[in-house]
């Protein structure tokens, strides 16, 4: 967290991407959580096009 405070501090940051996925049932043939698997590859992308962001790492849980 100390880095990502000093980033915050010295204007190389400005926005901070907090991403949050989600499971829902969607039949069959979807994957399920697949709004994780999208952000967890978007996410990043994002940042960088951005250029001044960070994405916040998604913590995963598993579906009951």
Do not use: C, F, Q
Request: proline letters at 5%.
């Amino acid at each position: 967290m100390l880095e990502i405070r000093d980033l915050l501090k010295s204007g190389k940051v400005t926005t901070a991407l907090i991403l949050t996925g989600g499971v829902e049932e969607n039949g069959p043939y979807l994957t399920t959580g697949k709004h994780n698997n999208v952000l967890r590859v978007m996410g990043p992308a994002i940042a960088r096009k951005r250029r001044s962001s960070l994405s916040a790492i998604m913590a995963g849980i598993p579906a009951a």
